[in-house]
Protein backbone atom coordinates (compact mmCIF):
# COMPACT_ATOMS: atom_id res chain seq x y z
CA UNK A 1 0.00 0.00 0.00
CA UNK A 2 3.02 2.38 0.21
CA UNK A 3 3.19 3.43 -3.24
CA UNK A 4 -0.71 4.51 -2.80
CA UNK A 5 -0.49 6.60 0.36
CA UNK A 6 -1.02 10.23 -1.51
CA UNK A 7 -3.37 8.86 -3.74
CA UNK A 8 -5.15 7.11 -0.17
CA UNK A 9 -5.14 10.75 1.39
CA UNK A 10 -6.78 12.46 -1.38
CA UNK A 11 -9.53 9.66 -1.09
CA UNK A 12 -10.18 9.71 2.32
CA UNK A 13 -10.56 13.54 1.90
CA UNK A 14 -12.80 13.27 -1.00
CA UNK A 15 -15.52 10.49 0.08
CA UNK A 16 -17.09 11.64 3.01
CA UNK A 17 -18.05 15.13 1.07
CA UNK A 18 -18.49 13.53 -2.23
CA UNK A 19 -21.47 11.00 -0.71
CA UNK A 20 -22.53 13.50 1.58
CA UNK A 21 -23.38 15.57 -2.07
CA UNK A 22 -26.29 13.51 -2.54
CA UNK A 23 -28.31 14.78 0.67
CA UNK A 24 -31.76 15.30 -0.49
CA UNK A 25 -32.22 18.25 1.48
CA UNK A 26 -29.47 20.44 0.19
CA UNK A 27 -27.86 18.38 -2.75
CA UNK A 28 -24.27 19.57 -3.28
CA UNK A 29 -24.90 17.34 -6.98
CA UNK A 30 -26.71 19.61 -8.13
CA UNK A 31 -24.42 22.05 -8.30
CA UNK A 32 -21.43 20.07 -9.98
CA UNK A 33 -21.58 21.82 -13.07
CA UNK A 34 -20.71 25.63 -11.76
CA UNK A 35 -18.25 23.77 -9.38
CA UNK A 36 -16.28 21.61 -11.84
CA UNK A 37 -15.95 24.79 -14.10
CA UNK A 38 -14.45 27.08 -11.20
CA UNK A 39 -12.54 24.08 -10.18
CA UNK A 40 -11.30 23.20 -13.24
CA UNK A 41 -9.74 26.58 -13.72
CA UNK A 42 -8.30 27.43 -10.57
CA UNK A 43 -6.81 23.39 -10.92
CA UNK A 44 -5.36 24.37 -14.10
CA UNK A 45 -2.99 27.93 -12.39
CA UNK A 46 -2.38 25.81 -9.20
CA UNK A 47 -1.13 23.08 -11.53
CA UNK A 48 1.37 25.84 -14.05
CA UNK A 49 2.55 26.97 -10.05
CA UNK A 50 2.83 23.52 -8.87
CA UNK A 51 5.11 22.47 -12.30
CA UNK A 52 7.29 25.65 -12.49
CA UNK A 53 7.88 25.06 -8.50
CA UNK A 54 8.40 21.75 -8.85
CA UNK A 55 10.93 22.42 -11.68
CA UNK A 56 12.68 25.24 -9.43
CA UNK A 57 13.33 22.52 -6.83
CA UNK A 58 10.76 24.82 -4.51
CA UNK A 59 9.19 21.18 -3.14
CA UNK A 60 9.53 17.91 -5.00
CA UNK A 61 7.79 14.69 -4.06
CA UNK A 62 8.82 11.20 -2.87
CA UNK A 63 7.95 8.39 -5.30
CA UNK A 64 8.28 5.51 -2.66
CA UNK A 65 4.96 7.16 -2.01
CA UNK A 66 3.29 7.34 -5.25
CA UNK A 67 1.72 4.99 -7.99
CA UNK A 68 4.59 5.73 -10.61
CA UNK A 69 2.10 8.24 -13.07
CA UNK A 70 3.39 11.53 -13.95
CA UNK A 71 2.07 14.10 -16.03
CA UNK A 72 5.20 16.11 -17.12
CA UNK A 73 7.24 16.61 -14.07
CA UNK A 74 3.95 16.37 -10.96
CA UNK A 75 2.51 12.97 -10.54
CA UNK A 76 -0.86 11.81 -10.88
CA UNK A 77 -1.85 12.11 -6.96
CA UNK A 78 -0.58 15.71 -7.05
CA UNK A 79 -2.75 16.46 -10.34
CA UNK A 80 -5.39 15.13 -8.18
CA UNK A 81 -4.83 16.93 -5.14
CA UNK A 82 -6.31 20.17 -6.69
CA UNK A 83 -9.59 18.68 -7.14
CA UNK A 84 -10.02 16.38 -4.34
CA UNK A 85 -9.09 18.96 -1.93
CA UNK A 86 -11.11 21.82 -3.35
CA UNK A 87 -14.24 20.04 -3.69
CA UNK A 88 -14.20 19.28 -0.01
CA UNK A 89 -13.58 22.72 0.92
CA UNK A 90 -16.51 23.98 -1.22
CA UNK A 91 -18.85 21.13 -0.09
CA UNK A 92 -18.15 22.28 3.50
CA UNK A 93 -18.45 25.94 2.90
CA UNK A 94 -21.98 24.85 0.90
CA UNK A 95 -23.20 23.42 3.53
CA UNK A 96 -22.48 25.95 5.84
CA UNK A 97 -24.34 28.31 4.10
CA UNK A 98 -27.48 25.79 5.21
CA UNK A 99 -26.83 24.85 8.41
CA UNK A 100 -24.96 27.80 10.09
CA UNK A 101 -27.48 31.01 10.15
CA UNK A 102 -25.88 32.85 12.29
CA UNK A 103 -22.35 33.08 11.28
CA UNK A 104 -19.92 34.06 14.36
CA UNK A 105 -17.72 35.80 11.59
CA UNK A 106 -20.10 38.07 10.31
CA UNK A 107 -19.57 41.10 12.38
CA UNK A 108 -15.54 40.68 12.45
CA UNK A 109 -14.54 39.41 8.64
CA UNK A 110 -13.81 42.88 7.72
CA UNK A 111 -11.48 43.31 10.74
CA UNK A 112 -9.59 39.80 9.68
CA UNK A 113 -9.68 40.41 6.16
CA UNK A 114 -8.13 43.44 6.84
CA UNK A 115 -5.20 42.58 9.68
CA UNK A 116 -4.17 39.33 6.93
CA UNK A 117 -3.94 41.56 4.03
CA UNK A 118 -1.03 43.49 6.34
CA UNK A 119 0.89 40.59 7.96
CA UNK A 120 0.33 38.93 4.27
CA UNK A 121 1.78 41.94 2.87
CA UNK A 122 5.22 42.39 5.23
CA UNK A 123 6.16 39.56 5.19
CA UNK A 124 5.76 39.21 1.75
CA UNK A 125 7.84 41.74 1.00
CA UNK A 126 10.14 41.26 3.54
CA UNK A 127 11.31 37.80 2.21
CA UNK A 128 10.87 38.53 -1.94
CA UNK A 129 14.05 36.49 -1.93
CA UNK A 130 11.86 33.58 -0.83
CA UNK A 131 9.63 32.03 -4.20
CA UNK A 132 7.40 30.16 -1.75
CA UNK A 133 7.02 32.71 0.75
CA UNK A 134 7.08 35.65 -0.86
CA UNK A 135 4.45 34.59 -4.34
CA UNK A 136 2.62 32.86 -2.07
CA UNK A 137 1.88 35.85 0.85
CA UNK A 138 1.98 38.29 -1.80
CA UNK A 139 -0.75 36.49 -4.24
CA UNK A 140 -3.40 35.89 -1.07
CA UNK A 141 -3.11 39.94 0.01
CA UNK A 142 -4.16 41.06 -4.04
CA UNK A 143 -6.39 37.95 -3.97
CA UNK A 144 -8.11 39.82 -0.44
CA UNK A 145 -7.53 43.12 -1.61
CA UNK A 146 -9.74 42.25 -4.60
CA UNK A 147 -12.26 40.61 -2.48
CA UNK A 148 -12.40 43.43 -0.41
CA UNK A 149 -12.74 46.15 -3.45
CA UNK A 150 -15.80 43.80 -4.92
CA UNK A 151 -17.37 43.95 -1.28
CA UNK A 152 -17.55 40.16 -1.05
CA UNK A 153 -18.85 39.20 2.15
CA UNK A 154 -15.75 36.75 3.67
CA UNK A 155 -17.55 35.58 6.68
CA UNK A 156 -18.11 31.84 5.25
CA UNK A 157 -15.02 31.95 3.59
CA UNK A 158 -13.16 32.38 7.13
CA UNK A 159 -15.92 30.09 8.62
CA UNK A 160 -15.18 27.09 6.41
CA UNK A 161 -11.23 27.56 6.45
CA UNK A 162 -11.30 27.19 10.44
CA UNK A 163 -13.78 23.75 10.43
CA UNK A 164 -10.94 22.50 7.65
CA UNK A 165 -8.08 23.33 9.51
CA UNK A 166 -7.99 20.43 11.63
CA UNK A 167 -8.01 18.30 8.98
CA UNK A 168 -5.46 19.90 7.32
CA UNK A 169 -3.19 19.64 9.76
CA UNK A 170 -3.96 16.01 9.57
CA UNK A 171 -3.98 15.54 5.45
CA UNK A 172 -1.01 17.85 4.92
CA UNK A 173 0.86 16.70 8.22
CA UNK A 174 0.89 13.06 6.35
CA UNK A 175 1.95 14.79 3.38
CA UNK A 176 4.99 16.67 5.06
CA UNK A 177 5.97 13.20 6.76
CA UNK A 178 4.36 13.74 10.15
CA UNK A 179 3.48 10.44 10.22
CA UNK A 180 5.75 8.03 7.83
CA UNK A 181 9.33 7.72 8.03
CA UNK A 182 9.74 10.29 5.53
CA UNK A 183 7.82 12.90 4.07
CA UNK A 184 5.77 12.66 0.22
CA UNK A 185 6.36 16.07 -0.54
CA UNK A 186 9.64 17.92 0.73
CA UNK A 187 10.52 21.16 0.35
CA UNK A 188 13.65 23.49 0.43
CA UNK A 189 14.03 25.50 3.17
CA UNK A 190 16.07 28.22 1.57
CA UNK A 191 12.55 29.42 -0.46
CA UNK A 192 10.12 29.31 2.36
CA UNK A 193 10.48 31.00 6.30
CA UNK A 194 11.57 27.92 7.60
CA UNK A 195 8.71 28.31 10.41
CA UNK A 196 6.80 24.85 10.24
CA UNK A 197 3.57 23.87 12.65
CA UNK A 198 4.17 19.81 13.36
CA UNK A 199 5.80 19.40 9.67
CA UNK A 200 4.13 21.55 7.57
CA UNK A 201 5.65 25.06 6.15
CA UNK A 202 3.43 27.91 7.29
CA UNK A 203 3.01 28.81 4.22
CA UNK A 204 1.13 25.81 3.09
CA UNK A 205 -1.94 27.56 5.59
CA UNK A 206 -1.29 30.76 3.18
CA UNK A 207 -1.49 28.65 -0.12
CA UNK A 208 -4.23 26.64 1.23
CA UNK A 209 -6.67 29.87 1.72
CA UNK A 210 -5.80 30.28 -1.63
CA UNK A 211 -6.81 27.60 -3.12
CA UNK A 212 -9.94 27.06 -1.03
CA UNK A 213 -11.02 31.30 -1.54
CA UNK A 214 -10.59 31.06 -5.53
CA UNK A 215 -12.49 28.09 -6.17
CA UNK A 216 -15.18 29.08 -3.40
CA UNK A 217 -15.64 32.80 -5.13
CA UNK A 218 -15.34 31.22 -8.82
CA UNK A 219 -18.08 28.58 -7.98
CA UNK A 220 -20.15 31.52 -6.66
CA UNK A 221 -19.53 33.32 -9.83
CA UNK A 222 -20.42 30.78 -12.12
CA UNK A 223 -23.24 29.66 -9.82
CA UNK A 224 -25.04 33.28 -10.38
CA UNK A 225 -24.55 33.21 -14.22
CA UNK A 226 -26.36 29.11 -14.07
CA UNK A 227 -29.24 30.93 -12.34
CA UNK A 228 -29.73 33.62 -14.54
CA UNK A 229 -29.36 31.48 -17.53
Known amino acids: MKPYTYLLVNLTCFIIPFLASFYPKHAFYKNWKPFFKANIIV ?20 PEYLSGFYITNLPIEEILFFF ?9 YFAFQ ?4 KNPFQS ?3 VI ?5 AFLLIVGLLNFNKLY ?3 TFISLCIL ?3 FKL ?5 SYHYLSYLFILPFFFISNGILTGSFLVDPIVWYNDAENLGFRIINIPIEDMVYGMLLVFLNIEMFEYFKSIHKKS
Do not use: E, M, Q
Request: contains cysteine.
Open 144 to 146: LII
Open 84 to 92: CIPYACVFT
Open 98 to 101: FLIK
Open 150 to 154: KKINL
Open 108 to 110: IHK
Open 113 to 117: TYSII
Open 43 to 62: AFLFIIWDYLFTRAGVWGFN
Open 133 to 135: TSI
